[in-house]
C-alpha cells in the first residue's frame, strides 16, 4: 500500500472518529437539556395534584400547589418556574382565605353585628403572599412545600407585584387599618377602586421623571374574587323629575355598571378574614350598539363601554381640564354610590322578628368611615337614596345620615381640602347638588336661628361659596356639618383643626371633633419585614406577643445597655443594610457601603415635604468635602443618602426635585475625591414592597416638613419601629413619636407650628437674612457643576419676598442652618458606636403607641361604637 493512501484512510477514520464524537456530545447535550427542562417537572411529577384547600402539612400543600398548577392553568403546563410556582402558591393560599372568608360573613350574618364601613380612594395593600403566610402562621410549612417542588419562598414572593391602588400615606394607612380591623376581629368592610393602570410606574430619562402605565394587572391578580352576582348601577348627568306628589327621582344620562371584586384581608393568627371590596365600571353588552359597528362607526357604537373603562382606568387622572374634572369627580362618585347600595341591600337583606327593619336602626348597624374628602359624595348619595328610593323624608333621612357618617381629615393644605365647580357638580350630578343645596340652607337657617353671633363667619362656614368668580362646593364643609365625629391623624394636627381650620364649627358642636393618631401595623411593618430584628425583639422579651400588643416593646428599655443585646442589634441592622445595598446595586447599578451610615427619606415628593432642604443640604456637604484634604476626610463620618418618592405628573418644582436629586448623585458618585465618604441615590419607583426593603436597613430617616403641615405621617413610625433614628421637626407625629422614644433619641430641628406664620410675614417684610451655607448651596447648583439643566425657577421658589413661586412659603431658608447643625450632631452620635445602637434599641421600645391596632381600637369604641366579633 501506498504511502499516500495508508494517509488517506488514516484521515478518513480519524474523520469518521470524530464525527462519532460529535454525534455523542449532540446525544449528551440533548439528554442534559432535557434533563434540565425536565428536572422541575420530574419533582413535580413526584407530587399528586390534590386540592387540598386548607391543608397545613408541607406535602399536602405542595400537592395543593401542583393541583393549581394543573387544574387552575394560566401558563403552559410543560413550565414550573418561579412566576407559574407564584401564581399556583398565591391560589393554594387563597383557598385558605377564601374558606376562612366565608366563615368569617356567614358569622357575622348569624350574629348581626354592627358593622363599620371604609371608604377610601386609595389602598396601598403591597404584595400579598408573604402576608398572608405570615398572618395565616403557615410560613414555614409553605416554604417546606415550595422546597419539595424545587423553589424557595423568598424567590417565589419576588415575583409578586405590587397592587397599583393607591400612592401614598393616605392607601398606605388605609391598608394598615384593615389589616388591624381583621387581627382585631372587629366586623368590618373596605371599600375602593380597582385601577387597572393604577397612578403611574416611575422611571428617569434625560429630563428627570418619566411616568408609565403601571402593569399590575397585566395578567392577572390571584387575590381578587370577581362577585358577578354583585353589580349595581351608577348614574352620571341626566335630569330631575319632579312628581305631582312633590317627590323627586333623578333620570335619563348615563348608567355604568359597579361590579364587585373582593380581596380577602386575614387576620394574625385568626380565623377572622374581612373584605376589601374594589369596584370595577362596565358596560353590558345591550350598550354595544350593533348597527352602528356594522356600519364602520366602531367608536361611536362601542362609547359607553369605553366611558366606563375611563372610570378605574387610572389613580388621580389630571384634573386641568373639564374632563379631568369630571373624570374624577366620576371616580369619587362611583365609589360612594355603588358602596352605599351595596351596605343598603346588605341592611335590607336582614329581617327582625316583625318582618324589615326600621331604616332608624341603620346606624345602629352600619357605620361608614370616609377616608379624607374624596369619598365626601357619599353624605348626598345617602340622602338620595333614602329618599328618593326608599321613601324618607328630609328630617328621617337626614338624621340617619348623620348618625351614620364619620370623617377622617388628613390635611391642613388648602390644595388638598377639595373644592369643586359647582357648575360641574350640577351637570354630572344634578339632585345631588340639589341635596347639598339644601344643607347648606338648612345649615344657614341654623346659625341664624341658635347662633346668631356666627353669622358673620357664614362666609366661610357655609358649604357652597358663591364667589361669582369661582362657585364652588367646599367638600371638607359638607362633611364637618354632615357628620356625626370629625378627627384629625395626630395631636398636634387635630389641635390645629380645632384652634384654626375648623374652630367656628367647634364653638357649635365642641364634642363632634377628636384625635386619632395614626398607627401602622406591627406585621408588615417589623415582625415580615425583618424578621432577624424580630427574632431578636422576641428572644429578649421572652414572648411573641409584642406581635399584637407592641406596648411590650417598652420592656426592651431595660436592656439597652446589654452589651450582648447591642451586639445581636447592629447584627441583625447590618444584614438588612447589606440586603438593602445589594437591591440598590440591582435596581440602580449603584454599588454602596454598607460600612456608611444609611440615610433615608421616602415619601411623595411634595413642596411642604421639603426633600429640596435635604438635597440641599446634600450639595454642602459635598462641596464641603472637597474644600478639605484626604486626612480631615478620613474623620467624617461616611453616608449614602437615599431619597425616593414619585411627584405627581403635572407638578413641575417637585419633578424639578427629582431631577436635581439624580443630578447630584451622578457626578457625587463619580467623584473619586469624595465617593468613599459620600453616596446619594434616587430610588427608583418607590412603593411598599421597595420600603420593605429601605426601612430595615435604615440608621437615619428625614422627616422634615414644614411645622404644621404634615398631618401626621406614617413613614416616621416605620422607621423608628424599625430602630432608626429620626431626624425632624415637630411636625405631625414627630411630636408623638420624640414624647414615646425620649427627646435625647430624636434629632430636632426647625420652626415651631406656632412660629411659621409670624416668620412668613418677616419674609414677606424682607427680614429674612440667609445662612452664608444656604446661599452657598445654592450658588454651587447654579454654576453648573451638577449639569446644564436650569434649575433658576427651582432656586427662585426659594428667593424673594413674597409672590408665587417665590418667597420659600415652605421656610427652607429659615430652617436650614438648623438643619444642618442637627446633620453636625448625627454625625457625631454615629462614631460612638454603643451609644448610637443604645438609641436605635430605645427607637423601636417607644413604639409600641404607634400600633394600627391601638388607633382601630379607639376608632371602634369612640367613633365607630362596634364590638368585637370574633370567629369560634
Known amino acids: 500500500m501506498k504511502n499516500s493512501d495508508l494517509i488517506s484512510q488514516l484521515q478518513h477514520l480519524l474523520l469518521l472518529w470524530k464525527l462519532i464524537k460529535v454525534l455523542e456530545m449532540a446525544t449528551t447535550e440533548e439528554a442534559n437539556t432535557k434533563s434540565v427542562l425536565s428536572g422541575k417537572s420530574n419533582i413535580f411529577a413526584k407530587i399528586a395534584a390534590v386540592a387540598n384547600p386548607v391543608a397545613e402539612e408541607p406535602d399536602k400543600i405542595a400537592s395543593n400547589i401542583n393541583y393549581h398548577a394543573q387544574y387552575s392553568p394560566h401558563f403552559s403546563p410543560f413550565k ?419 384652634s384654626e381650620l375648623f374652630a367656628d364649627y367647634v364653638s357649635i358642636w365642641p364634642n363632634k371633633f377628636q384625635n386619632k393618631t395614626n398607627g401602622i401595623t406591627p406585621r408588615r411593618w417589623l415582625r415580615f419585614c425583618s424578621p432577624d430584628l424580630s427574632h431578636i425583639i422576641t428572644k429578649w422579651l421572652k414572648t411573641d406577643q409584642w406581635v399584637t400588643n407592641l406596648d411590650l416593646l417598652t420592656d426592651l428599655r431595660q436592656f439597652a445597655d446589654n452589651a450582648d443585646l447591642q451586639a445581636e442589634w447592629e447584627s441583625a441592622k447590618m444584614a438588612n443594610k447589606q440586603r438593602l445595598a445589594q437591591y440598590i446595586l440591582q435596581v440602580t447599578g449603584i454599588s454602596i457601603d454598607p460600612n456608611s451610615l444609611f440615610d433615608i427619606q421616602v415619601k411623595r415628593i411634595h413642596e411642604y415635604k421639603r426633600q429640596l432642604l435635604n438635597i440641599l443640604g446634600v450639595v454642602y456637604r459635598y462641596k464641603y468635602l472637597k474644600s478639605i484634604n484626604p486626612e480631615e476626610r478620613k474623620n467624617t463620618t461616611p453616608r449614602t443618602i437615599m431619597i425616593g418618592g414619585k411627584a405627581f405628573a403635572t407638578y413641575t418644582n417637585a419633578k424639578r426635585i427629582v431631577k436635581l436629586v439624580n443630578d447630584v448623585g451622578a457626578v457625587v458618585n463619580n467623584d473619586p475625591d469624595v465617593k468613599c465618604y459620600l453616596k446619594v441615590v434616587f430610588v427608583p419607583n418607590y412603593n411598599v414592597s421597595v420600603a420593605e426593603k429601605l426601612i430595615p436597613g435604615s440608621e437615619l430617616s428625614q422627616h422634615i416638613s414644614t411645622a404644621g403641615m404634615e398631618a401626621s405621617g406614617t413613614s416616621n413610625m416605620k422607621f423608628a419601629l424599625n430602630g432608626c433614628l429620626i431626624i425632624g421637626t415637630l411636625d405631625g407625629a414627630n411630636i408623638e413619636i420624640r414624647e414615646e422614644i425620649g427627646e435625647d433619641n430624636f434629632f430636632l430641628f426647625g420652626a415651631t407650628a406656632d412660629e411659621v406664620p409670624r416668620l412668613r410675614k418677616e419674609r414677606e417684610n424682607g427680614l429674612f437674612k440667609p445662612d452664608p451655607r444656604f446661599e452657598e448651596a445654592k450658588q454651587f447648583i447654579r454654576s453648573g457643576v451638577f449639569g446644564s439643566y436650569d434649575y433658576n425657577p427651582l432656586l427662585e421658589s426659594l428667593e424673594g419676598n413674597s409672590g408665587y413661586g417665590c418667597g420659600d412659603y415652605f421656610l427652607v431658608g429659615h430652617d436650614f442652618p438648623g438643619y444642618m447643625d442637627a446633620q453636625a450632631r448625627v454625625d457625631e452620635v454615629y462614631k460612638d458606636r454603643k451609644r448610637w445602637i443604645k438609641m436605635s434599641i430605645l427607637s423601636t421600645a417607644g413604639s409600641g403607641k404607634f400600633s394600627s391596632d391601638r388607633t382601630i381600637s379607639q376608632y371602634a369604641k369612640e367613633i365607630w361604637k362596634i364590638e368585637e366579633c370574633h370567629v369560634p
Open 80 to 498: 414550573f418556574e418561579p412566576e407559574q410556582a407564584f401564581y399556583a402558591t398565591a391560589e393554594s393560599v387563597r383557598d385558605r382565605l377564601i374558606q376562612q372568608w366565608n366563615e368569617t360573613y356567614l358569622h357575622y350574618h348569624k350574629s348581626d353585628p354592627k358593622q363599620t364601613y371604609y371608604l377610601s380612594m386609595e389602598y396601598l395593600q403591597g404584595r400579598a403572599l408573604t402576608n398572608a403566610v405570615g398572618n395565616l402562621d403557615i410560613q414555614d410549612a409553605y416554604a417546606d412545600a415550595l422546597n419539595k417542588l424545587g423553589h424557595e419562598l423568598e424567590e417565589i414572593v419576588e415575583q409578586e407585584k405590587d397592587a397599583a391602588l393607591g400612592n401614598g400615606g393616605l392607601g398606605r394607612l388605609a391598608s394598615c387599618f384593615l389589616d388591624s380591623m381583621a387581627t382585631l376581629n372587629l366586623p368590618a368592610w373596605g371599600y375602593g377602586l380597582r385601577y387597572r393602570y393604577g397612578l403611574f410606574k416611575q422611571r428617569f430619562g434625560k429630563e428627570g421623571q418619566e411616568e408609565i402605565a403601571e402593569d399590575w394587572l397585566e395578567k392577572f391578580s390571584p387575590w381578587e374574587v370577581v362577585r358577578h352576582d354583585i353589580v349595581f348601577p351608577v348614574r352620571f348627568f341626566g335630569h330631575v323629575e319632579v312628581h305631582p306628589t312633590g317627590s323627586r327621582k333623578w333620570v335619563g344620562g348615563e348608567v355604568v355598571q359597579a361590579l364587585a371584586y373582593d380581596v380577602p384581608i386575614p387576620g394574625y393568627k385568626t380565623k377572622n378574614t374581612i373584605s376589601l371590596r374594589i369596584w370595577e365600571a362596565k358596560a353590558g353588552a345591550e350598550d354595544f350598539n350593533l348597527f352602528q359597528f356594522n356600519d364602520g362607526q366602531y367608536e361611536s357604537a362601542a362609547q359607553l363601554h369605553s366611558r366606563a373603562q375611563q372610570i378605574c382606568a387610572v389613580l388621580y387622572p389630571g384634573d386641568a381640564t373639564e374632563s379631568g374634572k369630571l373624570l374624577r369627580l366620576k371616580q369619587q362618585f362611583f365609589l360612594c354610590s355603588a358602596s352605599l347600595q351595596d351596605i343598603i341591600f346588605r341592611f335590607k337583606e336582614r329581617k327582625d322578628g316583625k318582618g324589615l327593619r326600621q331604616w332608624s336602626e341603620f346606624p345602629t348597624k352600619v357605620a361608614v368611615q370616609l377616608n379624607d374628602t374624596h369619598p365626601t359624595l357619599a353624605i348626598p348619595e345617602l340622602m338620595r337614596l333614602l329618599m328618593d328610593d326608599e321613601g324618607l323624608g328630609w328630617d328621617e333621612a337626614w338624621d340617619v345620615t348623620t348618625r351614620t357618617i364619620s370623617y377622617t381629615n388628613h390635611t391642613v393644605l388648602p390644595e388638598a381640602l377639595e373644592k369643586w365647580s359647582q357648575a360641574v357638580l350640577w351637570k354630572l350630578l344634578p339632585r345631588h347638588m340639589e341635596i347639598i343645596e339644601e344643607i347648606d340652607k338648612r345649615f344657614i337657617a341654623m346659625i341664624h336661628t341658635t347662633q346668631p353671633e356666627l353669622a358673620s363667619k357664614l362666609s366661610s362656614m357655609c358649604i357652597l361659596d358663591d364667589n361669582p368668580q369661582k362657585p364652588v362646593v367646599r367638600m371638607a364643609n359638607l362633611c364637618v356639618v354632615s357628620s356625626h365625629t370629625v378627627n384629625g391623624v395626630a395631636q398636634l394636627h387635630s389641635d390645629i383643626l380645632k
